[in-house]
């Protein structure tokens, strides 16, 4: 990288950060509180009864990891506001607590500028000296640094994906410069800091167990048993075992019954544009529901009436399906740590869209990695700008403050054209990025945005049918997703096979 | 990455900065019974919509002038109208006459803040793009840095989207009246700064480098003839414009000399509050106030402020280039502190001007805490400062002989070095400026000095100012760089 790399990133790390402090007094959602009441239950109460605590309707149902994470947290809360660690004290939002919150997601992001950096690291530059902004690292990095959905999710709607983020793209980037070991132990403390990861673990476990613990492939591609490593393969199983065991020593007996959803169960409530919000809003056609069903915030049982009731084993069963190939894929013919990204990335697809309880903010597991790949090829750079328009779009529906609108549609606007003109630039040597069809379908997006954002609130459905725009945003943004998955499935299985790698 | 996705880019981040500031509380929310400048100018469309034009100045029934009353030139008002109108078809309870007194409430103060982004939009904005596009020096990444630390300026932001005011209409109005006169376009310049100047009086501080610039290219260009020719246009434009704006106060003398008495109300006496100018600091060690009568305090103050500009005015008259004019600009600013972000980002492009720039926002602290405007005032600043620092300095580098100080150095080093060392001193004033606002925002003052720290940051403050205004006579009376790019419009 040039010697004056060093200056361009901690200029974008600065300002995002300081762009974030602009949304401290902003919207926030019930997520605020309840990470408020974890930093409580950790705080106050004993290790014994963390995972039975329910004084408040938000219990604590991440993994262990993430409670001793709040738990350091609550330290350094104590000296803002040390009431807003009394468990009884539900909904409690002084400044202070709302200063130290919004702080804590700041500051704990620097973990997402590191593994951004370790990214833009990994990117190939191209030779000849090129102007800063046209740089392969630099867009990436914007696209990482000022990504629209993480902006959006943690600093005003409030969550820590840029944390966890940071865990996945460290991960992500060890493994493309083929320190795997590394890359498994990052992403085993991913899953005990949160456990929707589980989502693009098929891809980590089939990758390290064909590419790292067969250490080499035939001629052809094909796996070579006889070199298969049991040293590796150990070495592997240490570092999720350890892992775990000091993620959940503690909690052994605990933590059954709470962690899964699948036995709390519900419809997918919120917007996620999956492939049931499809069913859904045919259901709808058919009957009128009750107002208040869908976008609760709450789980909540919901059945279908007229089409089939979608549980969770038919779901399970759909995302495995929808994975198997590309997991196949890079079982059979292996393309290094490209293929494992792009695995990674079906898997996140898989089962965004088909998976059970899914939030919208899930798409940021594909969309981050996909961000990657965007910098260094043309085809995947125009799948990128539709799942990423698409996919922030669908993010509209978390805010839905007036006060927050200005915010969501200039910060959508920045990162849509830079991510356009960029990406542009980069790739403008091989044609363009985008087919008329795809520009006429993404031209549609703000349409719809229009007529959900502005036209429908004040036109006469408004009473009658409250979350028609959330569902036809959901809609519209599910069928872009769904394409971008195929194009994505048709790279990974047409892909020209590379020389079979020697880990 | 073309010019138009990096302006794009820039504009968008400025409205972002600007919107997460609205976010934050405005002067006076929930004091009763005064509140402050946001309930003054909720007032305002109130007084406009309800009563007749003839009222609006005046004191009656309907009109308590003590609550509030109009002290802006009509512009101003007629502003106020329209939003009051927009406001009345959402709204009504917003402006009824009488009873929305103190009105408070989310909704309301999303309609405010709207009002000031749409104003913005509309006037300050375009014409800091086409200014730093069209008349500043340099690569296009260079003219983007510029106009992105110019819209990052903390202390327009802070006042108009956190305490609540409309200072981007009048500053917007007066750039776009120097972006006309740049581009040599004379009688629409002049035209624009008649709009700001019908806007807010506070302009009159930026009039007599524009009366002096246009006078004096007129008197070069010839008095017989075509001097002549463009100064009756600029004279008929400027009364036309003024005409047409106080209309309907024309048609009685009264009408007019009660907005004047409104807007120039030199009734209140020397100086008000804590503010970073002279007679503020200066009675700190005389207390004028007890010493002079109200009339005395007025001529002084007139014959002062007429003494300090004059240098600078008659240079310009002498010599009317747009660089001259331009210093001109910034040497008369040093006397009231809310002229102060003056678009002088027209120096800009020098990272070491960037300190001035922050030293009034400091300056400005005592007034940001009231309005529990510390987070964005600490963010904002951080971000300007940090950005100057990043972005110019990367794109140029300030040397002595861009800061003009050559010949004039070795007198002026002893006498007062904010320019000197000028790299020292940038650290030092930041530094200042840093334990200024630690203090005041987190220090409690002796019980016998209750007002130590707003006086120690006016006083600094000041001390830069007249380093700063000082610097810019001693630049204004040497020669103009010889810059290819340099820009002549006469």
Known sequence: MAADSCSWFPALAVGVSLLKCFFISAYRSTDFEVHRNWLAITHSLPVSRWYYENTSEWTLDYPPLFAWFELGLSQVARRFDANMLQVENLNYASPATVLFQRLSVIVTDVVFI?????????????????????????????????????????????????????????????????????????????????????????????????????????????????SFSPLRLLALGAIVTSVCALSFGPFIAMVRGREFFFCSGAAPSGS???????????????????????????????EHSVLPSVTPAVT????????????????????????????????????????????????????????????????????FLILTTTGHYSLFPLLFTPAELPIKVVLMLMFTIFSFTALRKLHSAQGSLLHPLEVIYLLGLVAVAIACEVVFPLSPWQQRLPFLPLLVTSVYCAMGVCYAFLRLYASLLLRREEKPKQL | MQTWSLVSICVLLAIIARWGVSLNSYSGAGKPPMFGDYEAQRHWQEVTYNLPIQEWYFNTTNNDLNYWGLDYPPLTAYHSWICAYIAKTINPEWVELHKSRGYESTQHKLFMRMTVLVADLLIYIPAVVLYCLYLTDGSSKKKVSIMFCFLLYPGLILIDYGHFQYNGVSLGFALWGILALGLGWDVLGSMAFSLALNYKQMELYHALPFFCYLLGKCIKTGLIGRGLFLLVRIGVTVLATFALCWLPFLAEPSQAMQVVRRIFPVARGLFEDKVANTWCSLNTLIKIKSILSGDSQLYLSLACTLLAVLPSCIRLLTKPTFWHFKLALVSVFGIQHWAVFKPTGLKCNEICYACPFLVFVCSMLPLFLKDGLLVPYIVTSLGFLFFSIYLLSALDHCSEDKLRLGAYNKLFYCLFIPWGNHFLHFYISIAAMVGLSIATAVLIPPPHLPDLFPVLVSTTAFLHFLGTFIHFNVVQFSEPPSRKSQKKSN
């Not at chain 1, 590309?326 to 990674?344: E, N, Y």
């Open chain 1, 114 to 226: 590191y593994a951004a950096r370790e990214c833009c690291r990994c990117v190939r530059e191209p030779k000849g000296s090129r102007d800063v902004l046209s740089r392969p690292s630099f867009v990436l990095a914007v696209l990482l640094l000022w990504n629209f959905g993480l902006l959006v999710v943690d600093h005003i709607h409030f969550q820590y994906n840029g944390f966890l983020f940071g865990f996945l793209l460290l991960s992500v980037a060890k493994h493309l410069q083929s320190q795997h070991l590394q890359g498994a132990l990052l992403f085993a403390f991913l899953l005990n800091l949160k456990h929707i990861y589980l989502y693009v673990a098929p891809a980590y476990g089939v990758y390290l167990l064909r590419s790292y613990c067969f250490a080499q492939d035939n001629k052809d591609g094909s796996v070579r048993w006889s």
């Open chain 1, 272 to 302: 996620a544009p999956s492939v049931y919000r499809v069913i859904k809003n045919t259901h709808h056609d058919v009957e009128e529901l009750p107002p208040a069903s869908m976008t609760g915030g709450l789980v909540q049982e919901f």
């Open chain 1, 316 to 383: 399970l069963v759909c995302t495995l399906l929808s994975i198997l190939p590309a997991v196949a894929s890079i079982w059979l013919r292996p393309h290094g740590a490209q293929g494992f990204l792009r695995c990674l990335l079906l898997c996140a697809l898989g089962c965004f869209m088909f998976g059970w309880h899914v939030h919208e903010k899930a798409i940021l597991i594909a969309i981050l990695p996909l961000s990657i790949l965007a910098v260094e090829s043309r085809e995947d750079a125009g799948i």
